[in-house]
């Protein structure tokens, strides 16, 4: 019982803490990856990719499919750590790098699997 209040509080709360343009690539992204993808997940490219496309910051992007990007000091590429592939590697000390959007996004994301709504066929690492 009290995971279906949770569930529904946490999908109630969706709209309101991300800008619709966000929520549009979020669905886009997960819905392409499902189908494309060996694994139905995402990979740092296609968040680069659906981020640029709907003119949305890949940060939140990432965040909403459990990715956190960052991009070291003279360096032009982002080095992704990917949390639903390698969980370890999302440390606290990382998320906490991240400006408020991106950690609300990866707090959600983290929320809904806590639930079991993320369900990969096999992970792949990319």
């Known amino acids: 019982m009290m995971n279906i209040v949770w569930s529904q509080r946490i999908a109630d709360a969706y709209p309101t803490l991300f800008p619709r343009r966000l929520r549009q690539a979020h669905m886009a992204l997960v819905t392409w990856a499902e189908e494309s993808n060996p ?3 995402p990979t740092p490219s296609d968040v680069d990719r659906f981020a640029k496309l709907y003119r949305v910051s890949r940060g939140p992007l990432g965040g909403l499919v459990g990715m956190l990007s960052r991009q070291p000091l003279m360096d032009r590429r982002a080095v ?6 390698d969980p370890d590697k ?5 998320i906490r790098q991240h400006d408020r959007a991106v950690i ?3 707090g959600w994301f983290c929320a809904t699997t806590d639930l079991g709504w993320l369900k990969l066929r096999r992970p792949v690492l990319h």
């Open 39 to 41: 694994d139905g997940w």
């Open 80 to 85: 992704w750590v990917d949390a639903v592939r």
């Open 90 to 94: 999302a440390t606290p000390h990382l």
């Open 104 to 106: 609300r996004a990866f």
